[in-house]
């Protein structure tokens, strides 16, 4: 390789510096200084509770075995190792070669730890202050029905944040807050703010002045979008709400599934694209629709199905059919520029402002200030039209979402009544750009400072037209693995690892798998078929726990770089492997 293109210490000791990357396992646990400043503690394991995530995480909608690949290792499709899949970063200064994407899934600090914090506009609901008790995303629901006074939706929910509460009392007559807003801001950790320090002065300001969970954390896995939505929505852990990953595989219809799509054939116009037939617990909007009998509003802006239902819940179907507003960009324009936000009308409603009010506009701004490249990044494809998978991870889909939730908020009249509404934002292009950049770019950089404009905007909105009557939570999903490229850890193929243990495991002719699925961290089994072949669950966790992958490109294209530098050429590629039973 030409190095000479590459500055490769800089972005070396970046990532040392501000990851503690090394051998051993990396997390991230947040305390605070006198004076409101936050101080990120490092420490060389991984969380130390990852055993308990897999537990929360194990039932019947979960994989047979739980994987926790070694510190920055992650999987990827095997189509995203080809060329034109891959993509320059500019990190600290310093240019990365074209690079595959970067993941998120798995029980390591750099994916868990998460903000989370909760504010008033006149602290009449909130204690602010730094908070260092165990909390997760599944505690935001619950504490919220507290202060609502309703009954947490699920059977087994997070904890109600009750230290953060400043009065525990629930009354009728109590006055409620007028609305609600939670922001749970895409792959956004504490990696990515720990990244960029100085660049989102509200989210930080939001950190000091608000009630932070310093050591909040994703009590799940697959820890991805649709899990971490669904967590916040209902208060829930995967085998009650039924979601353990953004795909998963369904058993009885023999094929992997998105959550809340249900393909019923190769046709898009027949897929029941958006449907809450496989969420299993209520979430705080249906119930809030039915105890205001649908006089409150819920609004859930995101953009996929996955997440926005997680939030918003069974709308029509749930209860006496109110519908609630879950919106997400439809994608069959992708490609055009002109994408625009829809629902599945059947079951939610789409507020008339993001009828037909697509991105391009704020793509055609954008291009002007940035003289139509951005980073070095054109927005165009080979045809020469908009490429919309770039566009995404641009500052310009920001700035759209966040004009949009704006306006949804006026036109619904959000916050101007009595009676409690309930938002949930979430913008995209802080987890589309950390995927394709990775979080600690120069890309990901503008973008997190366009994020945070976005949401203090919100923020002041509600403040005006609630006149402080109003609760902000900020949160994320979950967090992402740092680039490879700079942290030494490389990427695999998640196809190649299928075929390497249905080699090994299913050697019967009769076109039936041993190994059915593998997700982010779990893997799907079908037991019968690993019986026929005369091998046990415990065979295949002894497989992969020995299971070495080559260092080399594409799987991390500057694995000559560290090869010179002592890193092996074969390595482990799993920290720990554990089969479900066996998770006591």
Known sequence: MNTSILNFWAPFFFVTIMFGISEASSARNVESKKGGELRFAKTQKPDSDYRQVWKNSAGAFSGDIFLLPKKGNFFLEDKDFKQGDLYPSSVNGAKIPPHPITMHGFAWGYDLSIPLVFKDGKSEWIKPGQYHGHATQQDITPTLAHLLGLPSPAKKTGRVLKEAIRTNQVSVSRKMPKAIVVFVQDQMGHQYLEAHPGVARFYENFLKTGANFAMAKVSHVDVETSVGHTAVGTGAWPPEHGVSGNDFFHTGL??????????????????????????????????????????????????????????????????????????????????????????????????????????????????????????????????????????????????????????????????????????????????????????????????????????????????????????????????????????????????????????????????????????????????????????????????????????????????????????SKRQLFFQDVVAKDDLK
């Open 254 to 567: 023999w094929r992997q599934l998105k959550a809340f799509n249900i393909a019923i054939s190769n046709d898009k116009k027949e897929n029941l694209i958006g449907n809450p037939s496989f969420l299993f617990t209520p979430t705080l909007g249906d119930i809030l629709l039915q105890a205001t009998e649908g006089k409150g509003i819920v609004y859930s802006q995101v953009y996929a199905p996955r997440a926005a239902i997680g939030m918003a819940g069974h709308g029509a179907m749930f209860g006496k059919g109110f519908k609630s507003h879950a919106v997400w960009i439809d994608e069959n324009g992708e490609g055009t520029g002109e994408d625009v936000y829809t629902t599945n009308e059947k079951i939610y409603s789409l507020p008339k402002f993001l009828q037909n009010n697509s991105v391009k506009p704020y793509l055609d701004k954008f291009l002007r200030s940035t003289s139509g490249v951005w980073k070095g990044h054109s927005f165009l494809d080979d045809k020469g039209s908009v490429d919309y998978s770039m566009v995404k991870t641009s500052p310009a889909a920001t700035e759209w979402e966040g004009d949009l939730a704006l306006g949804v908020i006026k036109e619904l009249g959000i916050g101007t009544d009595d009676v409690t509404d309930l938002v949930y934002i979430n913008t995209k292009a802080t987890d589309a750009c950390g995927h394709r950049f990775g979080f600690e770019s120069e890309e990901c950089r503008e973008v997190l400072a366009m994020t945070d404009q976005v949401s203090e905007k919100i923020f002041n909105a509600l403040q005006t037209v609630t006149n402080g009557d109003f609760i902000a939570i900020l949160t994320a999903d979950h967090g992402a693995a740092p680039l490879p490229e700079v942290s030494g850890a490389t990427r695999f193929s998640r196809q190649k690892l299928i075929k390497d243990l249905n080699e090994k495991f299913d050697r019967l002719d009769n076109k039936i798998p041993s190994i059915l699925s593998l997700t982010s961290s779990q893997i799907y089994l079908n037991r019968s078929e690993l019986q026929l072949n005369g091998f046990k669950v415990s065979e295949i966790v002894s497989f992969l726990k020995k299971y070495e992958v080559p260092f080399e490109a594409p799987y991390n294209v500057l694995a000559d770089e560290w090869i010179k530098r002592g890193k």
